[in-house]
């Protein structure tokens, strides 16, 4: 047995829920890809074309979350098993994504590069309580439109852990698919021991971009992982309670798992989340 901190009681956990729902039947979210506005009003969605409105009933997000798999599993390039995603499992996996470094020899912030990412990934194959690589920073030495599919293929050639992940554009998605398809062999095998998640991150106040809910029913339909990080900035972005800012963030992932299981159900995802507060006095933010 593993020890378990719960901060919500059963029953303020359930209104948060249900509050969440409400938001998502007469609020509604913003949802920029027309692919994915048509694919949700098929599906018995209320859409507003003009807006870019889409209002999700209780059916609808019922129906996608009795489709979403209770548990999935990781492997690496090689095949092995690295993540159980069941039960009360925990694992460790470098943060992402810094757009500057501190040079360890000069002492001075500075862009990343090649050969930083090198050594990145290198040292995180070595730790044993690390059980994932993620594509950390953006070497700035390559052209900006290929940095997310390079951060991916130099991480599958040089590191064996699985990749935590992103694309940045549509087009660059398939090119990360394919650095996958070239370590498994086939779709079906891709299939059935994914080797990355990718994280897919709506925009505050429910809003979906056109390149990430794209992503999202892509990775779906090839069975690639996703992790949904809603990140509600309380005070700013979302509602200056704590309460309010975790119903935002409900509302929020479960558009997302609406997304993901329509698009193909079973389709493997994980309920993640970076909030933060934003400072009134300072107008700062943590991160």
Not at 19 to 38: D, F, K, S, W
Not at 55 to 64: G, N, P, Q, R, T
Not at 193 to 219: E, G, H, I, M, R
Not at 226 to 235: H, K, R, W
């Amino acid at each position: 047995m593993r020890p378990v901190v719960r901060l919500l009681s059963d029953e303020l956990r359930e209104s948060i829920i249900s509050e969440a729902r409400i938001v998502l039947r007469t609020l509604g979210l913003e949802i920029h890809n027309p692919g994915v506005r048509a694919m949700l009003a098929d599906h018995g969605a209320t859409v507003d074309r003009e807006k870019n409105r889409v209002l999700l009933s209780d059916e609808i997000v019922d129906k996608a979350l009795v489709a979403a798999p209770r548990s999935f599993k990781l492997y690496d390039v090689l095949g092995r098993e690295t993540h159980d995603f069941s039960g009360h499992n925990v694992y460790f996996t470098p943060g992402s994504a810094a757009i500057n470094v501190l040079d360890p020899e000069a002492g001075k912030i500075r862009k990343p590069t090649t050969a930083d990412y090198v050594r990145y990934v290198k040292l995180v194959s070595r730790l044993d309580n690390i059980a994932s690589q993620s594509t950390a920073f953006i070497p700035a030495d390559v052209p900006e439109n290929i940095s997310d599919s390079y951060r991916l293929y130099l991480s599958l050639l040089l590191g064996e852990k699985p990749v935590v992940t992103g694309a940045f554009t549509i087009a660059a998605f398939n090119i990360m698919k394919d650095l996958q398809l070239a370590v498994r062999g086939s779709a079906d095998a891709l299939k059935a021991w994914p080797l990355t998640v990718f994280s897919c991150c709506p925009t505050a106040p429910l809003k979906w971009s056109d390149v990430t809910s794209q992503n999202v029913v892509d990775c779906a339909k090839f069975g690639i992982p996703v992790e949904f990080i809603s990140m509600p900035l309380s005070g700013f972005v979302a509602p200056v309670t704590l309460v309010g800012s975790l119903v935002q963030h409900t509302a929020e992932t479960l558009s997302g798992i609406v997304i993901s299981q329509l698009a193909a159900p079973g389709a493997p995802i994980l309920y993640g989340g970076s909030p933060a507060i934003f400072d009134v006095r300072y107008e700062t933010t943590p991160m």
